[in-house]
Every structure is written in structure tokens, then in C-alpha cells.
């Protein structure tokens, strides 16, 4: 328990960490601080593209074992599973209707890659191996708990679940930005190997965490926003579901992971995956198959709950259970 | 100058149903149109900005097409079918154009 103290009093005077309360507390205070749209987008543009390459490196280093192709899977249960036990657990500690509950509970199937950012960030801080093939997990657990919210919304009669999926989105949801560039910068780095990254290591592996502080100051900003926007709208029982469900997502994510025989950082990485929340992928097909269930509710959780807490003392919690649970 | 008249539509809609919605006023035969970012407002739901939205679900986007009077019932048709269920606004104006035939 004394290791599990140590490294939540270290992340949290993390530069990383430090940045985000920076950026809520500058929300929070009304500060006109702020990244311009395009200076976001291209940090988040650079993390993809970053984490990606090294994963397909990692992988590039240690070759395709089964491992990959089953974790793989488990990773897309975890996501079409996750949904099911987020919507029970709203259903018992809040009053959201069905539709609100499904479009939350997808929300917590999928991910938020700038978690896993930050938890691979810790795992390197502390010296921690993990599988270079867990940022093509990260990718297959966007999508499948949109399903499984859909599915739950239709299964209650609410309205006709097929006409909410067309084309259109299956396309805008599989081949949105965020995992075209991850996968592809997954196989860029998996082509080239360690020759690649010599090549653009200067460019992608120094300067990584500084530009991680300026994301999560960016994260932090918008967070405190969407808090200082949402005092109302969040009871009790929702902040409860906030900080329970990862908790729970998280030690699903570390049976599975230990069952695969991940490493420790394998391990962790898992259970970040199923304890993180969606606020990008989720909330935009949300909004064009659900529009009925309330953005307020599933962007001001996932991004303004779950997300803080995932960062500032969910890693760090993951990592001790990650430990005790492969004897790392 | 001689001017025409013309119906100025301009809707405003959530950003992940612009896709949707160009295509139908396409669909629906009218090929000219401009698409401006809505920097913020408030409505129903209360105030938004897009200084504070983390990816493109929560920003909203305008549509604006000029178009011939005889068309707009068609064109109404087609971008009621995609707001129907969504939130935005869809507001019709008179207004004058120098050239008719490119409308």
C-alpha cells in the first residue's frame, strides 16, 4: 500500500498531472486561457501519431505471437461487455432513463486514448515493459460499445435501434481520424522497426511529454468548462457512477489481462482501457444515432469525472492491483 | 441595378449532421452552398462555446443556400429530413440577387 501512496503522490506532482489541474483551475477561475481549435488538434494529432509508431515498433521488435490476436479480442468483449455492466450500475444509483443510461453506458465501453497516453507515460517513468500491440487494442475498443449502447436503447422499444445506424456512420466510426492515424502510424512503425524511429526519434520520443503537459493542459481547460458549465446536472449518484464504474471497468480489465498473461504495463494498460471513458468517438455518434439522450450528462461524466479521476488517482491505483495481480 | 428575388435558408446544426445534411440539400438538387463554424451561443440546453468542446460533438456549424423561390419547398423537404430529431435551427429569408440564373 506504501508503493501504491508513493506513486499517487508522484503522478500527482507529475508535470503531467500538474498541467491538467492547471488547466481546470484556469477554467474554473473563468481565465481567458485557452488553445486555439487547430494548436489542439495537431497536439493530439502528434500524440497519435507518436504512441502508435512506438507500439508498431515494440511490436516490430518482439514479432506477431497469438498473444496479439487474443488480446485483440478480449479487448473488443471488454468494449461490447463494458456497456451492459456501466448501464446496470446507472440503473441502480441514478434515475437516468433508458436512453440516457445506454448512451452513458457506451460512453465507458470505449476508450479515451489520452489516458492510455498517460498511463504508458507512468509505466515508462517507472521502468515498466508493456506489449507494443496494446495501441491496436486501444483502436478495436473504440467502436463495439456503440453497439452495445445502441443495442440497449432498442431492446428497451425506446425507438427503432437499426434506423439509428446507417453507412454513414459505421464508416465516420471505423474510419474516423483518431484510429486511421493510430493504426497507420501502428504499422508505419511496425514496417520500419527501430530504424524508423532512429530516423524520427528526436521528433517523437523527446519531446512526447512536454507535449502531453500542453495537451493535458488543453484536456484541462475543457474539463474545467465542462464542469463549470454542468453544476446542476450532476447528482449525486451520477458523480458516484463517475468514480465507481472505472473502478470496476479497471478490475474486469485486470482479470482479463492477468487471464492473457499480460506483463505488468500489459496488465495496467487493460485495465486503463476498460476504466477509461470515450469523450471524442462516443459523444459524436451519440449525437447523430441518439440526439434524444442529453450530451451534458455523458460529455460532463466522461470528461469531467471520470477522466480526472482515471489521471490522478486511478493509474496509479491500476498499477498497484496491476502488480499484486501478475507479481510484478 | 436590377436586382432578383431569391430565399436565403440558413440552418444551423450539430457539426456531426453537417455530412448528412449537405448531402441532402444536394440530393435535393441545390449544388451551391457555404458552411461557416458557429463560434457559440445558447439555447434550450443552455450556453455553449466551441472553446469548450474536446472533439466535434458538441460544435454546431451553419448551412447557408441561396436559392430560386420555386425550390424551396423541395429543398425544406430534404433538410427537414435530416433536423427532424436533432438540434438547430432553420431560418428562410427573402432576399434579392444580382444574378438569377446562378441560382
Known amino acids: 500500500m506504501d508503493g501504491f501512496f508513493a506513486l499517487a503522490l508522484t ?24 488553445f486555439p481549435e487547430a494548436a489542439a488538434k495537431a497536439l493530439s494529432l502528434y500524440l497519435l501519431f507518436a504512441i502508435g509508431f512506438k507500439g508498431g515498433v515494440a511490436v516490430s521488435d518482439h514479432g506477431i505471437d497469438l498473444a496479439l490476436g487474443t488480446t485483440l479480442i478480449a479487448g473488443i468483449v471488454l468494449s461490447a461487455l463494458l456497456p451492459f455492466i456501466a448501464f446496470g450500475l446507472l440503473r441502480v444509483l441514478t434515475n437516468l432513463d433508458r436512453t440516457n443510461a445506454a448512451a452513458v453506458a457506451g460512453h465507458y465501453g470505449s ?25 491496436a487494442v486501444a483502436a478495436a475498443m473504440e467502436a463495439p460499445a456503440i453497439l452495445s449502447a445502441l443495442w440497449l436503447i ?9 434506423s439509428r445506424m446507417d453507412a454513414h456512420l459505421w464508416r465516420e466510426i471505423l474510419l474516423n481520424g483518431s484510429i486511421v ?18 530516423e524520427i526519434s528526436s521528433f517523437i520520443v523527446s519531446p512526447f511529454k512536454g507535449v502531453l503537459c500542453l495537451f493535458l493542459l488543453d484536456m484541462g481547460i475543457v474539463a474545467g468548462r465542462g464542469l463549470r458549465n454542468s453544476r446542476g446536472s450532476i447528482t449525486l449518484g451520477l458523480l458516484a457512477f463517475g468514480i465507481l464504474m472505472p473502478i470496476v471497468g479497471a478490475a474486469i480489465g485486470a482479470v482479463a489481462g492477468a487471464a492473457l498473461g499480460l506483463s505488468t504495463g500489459g496488465v495496467l494498460l487493460l485495465m486503463v482501457l476498460s476504466a477509461s471513458a470515450s469523450y471524442i468517438a462516443v459523444p459524436a455518434a451519440m449525437r447523430v444515432a441518439v440526439p434524444e439522450a442529453d450530451p451534458g450528462i455523458y460529455l460532463t461524466l466522461s470528461l469531467g469525472i471520470t477522466f480526472p479521476f482515471n489521471l490522478t488517482i486511478g493509474i496509479p491505483l491500476y498499477l498497484a492491483a496491476a502488480r499484486i495481480v501478475t507479481g510484478g | 441595378m436590377q436586382t432578383h428575388d431569391a430565399k436565403r435558408v440558413a440552418i444551423i446544426i450539430e457539426t456531426p449532421m453537417k455530412r448528412r445534411l449537405v448531402a441532402a440539400i444536394e440530393e435535393a438538387g441545390v449544388s451551391g ?48 429530413s435530416v433536423v427532424e430529431r436533432h438540434i438547430g435551427v432553420v431560418t428562410v429569408s427573402d432576399c434579392q440577387v444580382l444574378r438569377a440564373e446562378r441560382f
Open chain 1, 111 to 135: 476508450i479515451s486514448i489520452v489516458t492510455f497516453v498517460a498511463g504508458t507515460s507512468v509505466l515508462e517513468s517507472q521502468g515498466l515493459m508493456y506489449e507494443g500491440y496494446m495501441v
Open chain 1, 154 to 162: 432498442s431492446a428497451g422499444g425506446a425507438s427503432n435501434g437499426k
Open chain 1, 11 to 34: 503522478n500527482l506532482s507529475s508535470p503531467l498531472i500538474l498541467c491538467f489541474v492547471l488547466g481546470v483551475a484556469a477554467a474554473l477561475a473563468r481565465s481567458d486561457l485557452n
Open chain 2, 33 to 80: 452552398y457555404s458552411i461557416l463554424p458557429v463560434e457559440g451561443g445558447s439555447g434550450r440546453s443552455g450556453p455553449w462555446s466551441r472553446e469548450g468542446q474536446v472533439g466535434r460533438a458538441g460544435g454546431m456549424s451553419q448551412v447557408i443556400c441561396v436559392i430560386r423561390p420555386d425550390r424551396l419547398d423541395t429543398l425544406l423537404e430534404a433538410i427537414f
Open chain 1, 181 to 198: 492515424l493510430l493504426i497507420g502510424s501502428f504499422v508505419i512503425g511496425f514496417i520500419t522497426g527501430q530504424e524508423g524511429l532512429k
